[in-house]
T-cell receptor, first 114, second 113 residues
Framework: DSGVTQTPKHLITATGQRVTLRCSPRSGDLSVYWYQQSLDQGLQFLIQYYNGEERAKGNILERFSAQQFPDLHSELNLSSLELGDSALYFC?????????????FGPGTRLTVL | LAKTTQPISMDSYEGQEVNITCSHNNIATNDYITWYQQFPSQGPRFIIQGYKTKVTNEVASLFIPADRKSSTLSLPRVSLSDTAVYYCLVGGYSNQAGTALIFGKGTTLSVSS
């Protein structure tokens, strides 16, 4: 157990819909990252927040957005869903003072778009 | 970020030592080498990190030659439960705010009995 929680575990929805994925980082971790893992693209970095502020953006589509709240939990919003958005979405967190590059990943949310 | 090259797959038997080599010819002075392990449908898990020479922890060793253009993850006496994908990542990581990880395709290790 990494200490990072994600809800829901599974999500099945239809094309065109909007969903919200939630992540709670490890206690005390200020940085939250979102990653998408699909069969054809592998693990891809989407976006990073640090203490409520957006810090880095990766291959995140304009239809996707995220935020980190004052209690440090984060939400990833996916809208106008397409079949190709079906993937595992992971949230990770990290803390200063640890080994550089060490992140703790949650169990993921499996999104299926029908 | 330095590009990494590692074998797509490797096979081993229980009890053997497995060495997975990663090439990173364009590694920068500030870059660290980090390895992650991922089981199916689970998030990646940090295994080990190093900058130069040799690093050892309770699960693996990491060997880095002087030129740092490659690194080798060594897993002693693997078991069936070591069957997973292993990712080699190279980058300069911010220790304060953290840095996004850029994953390649990884090496799928299959351990048989």
């Amino acid at each position: 157990d990494s200490g990072v929680t994600q809800t829901p575990k599974h999500l099945i929805t239809a094309t065109g819909q909007r969903v919200t994925l939630r992540c709670s980082p490890r206690s005390g971790d200020l940085s939250v990252y979102w990653y998408q893992q699909s069969l054809d693209q592998g693990l891809q970095f989407l976006i990073q927040y640090y203490n409520g502020e957006e810090r880095a953006k990766g291959n995140i589509l304009e239809r996707f957005s995220a935020q980190q709240f004052p209690d440090l939990h984060s939400e990833l919003n996916l809208s106008s869903l397409e079949l190709g958005d079906s993937a595992l979405y992971f949230c990770a967190s990290s803390a200063p003072g640890l080994a550089r590059g060490e992140q703790f990943f949650g169990p993921g949310t499996r999104l299926t778009v029908l | 970020l330095a590009k990494t090259t590692q074998p797509i797959s490797m096979d081993s038997y229980e009890g053997q030592e497995v060495n997975i080599t990663c090439s990173h010819n364009n590694i920068a002075t500030n870059d660290y080498i980090t390895w992650y392990q991922q089981f199916p449908s689970q998030g990646p898990r940090f295994i080990i990190q190093g900058y130069k020479t040799k690093v050892t922890n309770e699960v693996a060793s990491l060997f880095i030659p002087a030129d740092r253009k490659s690194s080798t993850l060594s897993l002693p006496r693997v078991s069936l439960s070591d069957t997973a994908v292993y990712y080699c990542l190279v980058g300069g990581y911010s220790n304060q705010a953290g840095t996004a990880l850029i994953f390649g395709k990884g090496t799928t290790l299959s351990v048989s009995s």
